[in-house]
């Protein structure tokens, strides 16, 4: 088991923005939680508080992304 260096930490000001930078910037939610050091779940929470679309993964187009 991993232990969070950040559980129970409260989020901030610089955290909010971090976050919201992060995802305007498109990058998936995996990453803004490990580049936080943060868990996916808190996060995602966090993200759902301040109104940020998250994107938690890359979505394909049907065929691959050929147009049809």
Known sequence: ???????????DEESDEELRRRF?????????ARAMNRSQEAVRTRA????V???????RKP??????
């Open 24 to 32: 305007a910037a498109g990058e998936l939610l995996p990453e803004v």
């Open 48 to 51: 759902n508080v301040l109104h």
């Open 1 to 11: 088991m991993i232990k969070r260096m950040r559980h129970g930490a409260r989020w």
């Open 63 to 68: 065929n691959g992304g050929a147009e049809a």
């Open 53 to 59: 679309p998250v994107r938690s993964s890359t979505r």
